[in-house]
T-cell receptor, first 114, second 112 residues
Framework: DSGVTQTPKHLITATGQRVTLRCSPRSGDLSVYWYQQSLDQGLQFLIQYYNGEERAKGNILERFSAQQFPDLHSELNLSSLELGDSALYFC?????????????FGPGTRLTVT | SQKIEQNSEALNIQEGKTATLTCNYTNYSPAYLQWYRQDPGRGPVFLLLIRENEKEKRKERLKVTFDTTLKQSLFHITASQPADSATYLCAFLGGATNKLIFGTGTLLAVQP
């Protein structure tokens, strides 16, 4: 158990809809990262937050947005969903300081868009 | 752009043998390189981190090497067991932030 929790585990929704994925980092970790993993793309970095502020952005679509709240949990919002958005979405956390670069991943949310 | 390449073909080995997985990178000189294990449908699990000034790092049956001249890292599992069967991902930190760039992973299958 990595200490990172994600909800829900599974999500099935229709095209055009909007969903919210939630992540709670390990206790004490200030950085949260979101990744998308699909069969043909591998693990792709989406966005990073550090202590409530956006730190880095990857190839995140404009239809996707995220935020990190004062209690450090984070939410990833996906809107106007398309079939191609079906994937596993992982959240990871790290301490965010220069002493520790390893990231701890949650169990993921499997999103199916029909 | 920065790129990591791992052998996309599955590696099949016999129990007890040493498994060696390769990670090559281009267009970047990472200060750190990491290896993760991922089981089907689960999140990656951090295994080892090696710095550019370290030639080798060990943890129990795992060994990682980092050759900055060849731009390559090798990941070894000695005395492999069927429980070691999983996909192994290498990743490096891209840029000033802790943004990880992952390879596509190599599936290791250890036969009993």
């Amino acid at each position: 158990d990595s200490g990172v929790t994600q909800t829900p585990k599974h999500l099935i929704t229709a095209t055009g809809q909007r969903v919210t994925l939630r992540c709670s980092p390990r206790s004490g970790d200030l950085s949260v990262y979101w990744y998308q993993q699909s069969l043909d793309q591998g693990l792709q970095f989406l966005i990073q937050y550090y202590n409530g502020e956006e730190r880095a952005k990857g190839n995140i679509l404009e239809r996707f947005s995220a935020q990190q709240f004062p209690d450090l949990h984070s939410e990833l919002n996906l809107s106007s969903l398309e079939l191609g958005d079906s994937a596993l979405y992982f959240c990871a956390s790290s301490s965010g300081d220069s002493r520790s670069y390893e990231q701890y991943f949650g169990p993921g949310t499997r999103l199916t868009v029909t | 752009s920065q790129k990591i390449e791992q052998n996309s073909e599955a590696l099949n080995i016999q129990e007890g043998k040493t498994a060696t997985l390769t990670c090559n990178y281009t267009n970047y000189s990472p200060a750190y390189l990491q290896w993760y294990r991922q089981d089907p449908g689960r999140g990656p699990v951090f295994l080892l981190l090696i710095r550019e000034n370290e030639k080798e790092k060990r943890k129990e049956r795992l060994k990682v090497t980092f050759d900055t001249t060849l731009k390559q890292s090798l990941f070894h599992i000695t005395a492999s067991q069927p429980a070691d069967s999983a996909t192994y991902l290498c990743a490096f930190l891209g840029g000033a932030t802790n943004k990880l760039i992952f390879g596509t992973g190599t599936l290791l299958a250890v036969q009993p």
